[in-house]
């Protein structure tokens, strides 16, 4: 029997079918019901307590929260990564261009136009890494803002009532796995672009144009600024190169965690998959115990009243005088002439003469699987047999 004396005050909503409160939770349905829904259609269902229901999916809920903070780190520095590349790009492309035009200063209006075609090429270049850079932050800046309107919703959902989180839970986990496959593309993508699209400074149009200045007959002091501005460009080549072997190193790196990620993230699924089996296997479990227990009680009735009899002896002989004195005495007292009756082998409550098996049985059965026939109280695994009768005692003595 489900108690909410103490529970959390539950919403007000109403089920459509009955009229009455959702103040029940079935397990196997994943269902808010009401008394009348367990009565019926889940009279063989698991019922939890809805407010240890409320206790873990909120949990479950704050645990999604907290583990999109690596997530939000690791693109935050993904993030600055880029826009620091960025910026160390276009200052490096910055240098490389006032070093050609100081090289082109000094040589001869016939290398104006060959100046021009170096200055044009490399603005093409750095346009496409620029552009490439401006895609991933727009890209990371998305992901980052799906993950603050995620925390966003959630910090909103937790603020509602139990049946609002309880019915809002699985929701919340499928927008929760959409943002973190999201996140872990954008992580994994971030990287791709710039590898396909490095600046080659030593690409064969540079190659041709040095040939073609060390052609131009301007003498010996033009050949050597010449070679002097190639050999300048050529060491900004291969300086930009190991700045974006770094870069790569670093995607790597962050590829690295995000697979780490992924794995605690699925041995996490798996556990809790691993739980949910475990729970149905139990749940079925018991539901195939108690209905042997129901089949063997109605076989072998005898055999388990002498059972009962037999493994405690002592205790019954003793309930059964202290309540055979005490009906005596009452007998005396008001003078009651008793009509015949049935007595329960267990607590030897009397019943009348014509009461139905159905319920003197179940009275007896309720004393086997250690219910109190009185207030329904589950005998607890701590609780022995003396303390759990004495319990039952108690009813009898204050009906009495």
């Known amino acids: 029997m489900i108690h909410h004396k103490n529970s959390r005050k539950m919403s007000s909503a109403q089920c459509t079918e009955h009229n009455k409160a959702l103040d029940m939770f079935c397990d196997p349905c994943d269902l808010m019901i009401c008394s009348k829904c367990f009565l019926s259609s889940h009279s063989n269902h698991r019922i939890l307590e809805t407010e240890e229901v409320f206790r873990k999916r909120k949990g ?39 070093k050609i035009a100081e090289t082109f200063k000094e040589w001869s209006d016939d290398l104006e136009t060959m100046k021009q075609m170096f200055q044009r090429r490399v603005d093409e270049e750095i346009g496409q890494l620029m552009k490439v850079f401006d895609d991933h932050l727009a890209i990371l800046n998305s992901a980052m803002k799906a993950i603050n309107d995620l925390k966003t919703e959630m910090n909103i959902t937790l603020s509602k009532d139990t049946m609002t989180i309880v019915q809002l839970c699985g929701s919340m986990e499928k927008s929760y796995e959409k ?44 050949k050597s600024s010449c070679a002097r501005g190639v050999s300048m460009i050529v060491e900004e080549n291969e ?21 780490d990620i992924e794995r605690r993230k699925e041995e996490i699924s798996y556990q809790l998959e691993d739980e949910r089996k475990t729970n149905e296997e139990l749940s079925h479990e018991m539901e195939r115990i108690k209905e042997q227990v129901k089949v063997e009680w109605k076989t072998h009735l005898d055999d388990l009243k002498a059972k009962i009899v037999q493994t405690s002896v002592d205790q019954m002989e003793s309930v059964v005088r202290h309540f055979e004195n005490k009906r005596k005495s009452l007998s005396r007292l008001l003078d009651i002439h008793e009509e015949p009756s049935k007595l329960c082998p267990i607590c ?8 139905a098996d159905e319920v003197f049985e179940n009275h007896v059965m309720d004393h086997v699987e250690g219910i109190c026939p009185i207030c329904r109280m589950t005998k607890g695994e701590n609780m022995s047999d003396d303390d759990f009768m004495r319990h039952v005692n108690k009813h009898y003595e204050a009906d009495e």
Do not use: C
Request: hydrophobic share 40%; proline share 4%; charged share 30%.
């Open 60 to 98: 479950r809920i704050q645990d999604l929260i907290e583990s999109t903070k690596p997530w939000q780190a690791a693109i935050k520095e993904n993030t600055d990564g880029v826009r620091s590349s960025r910026q160390s790009m276009k200052e490096t492309a910055e240098a490389i261009k006032a």
């Open 239 to 259: 300086s930009l190169q190991r700045a974006i072997d770094d870069l790569q190193q670093k995607a790597m790196e962050y590829q690295s965690i995000i697979e």
């Open 348 to 355: 030897n409550k009397s019943f009348p003469i014509d009461v």
């Open 179 to 222: 943002v973190g496959k999201k996140a872990n593309e954008t992580m994994a993508i971030s990287f791709v672009a710039p590898k396909a699209l490095r600046m080659n400074i030593s690409a064969p149009w540079m190659e041709e144009a040095i040939q073609n200045i060390k052609l131009v007959e301007h003498g010996k002091e033009t």
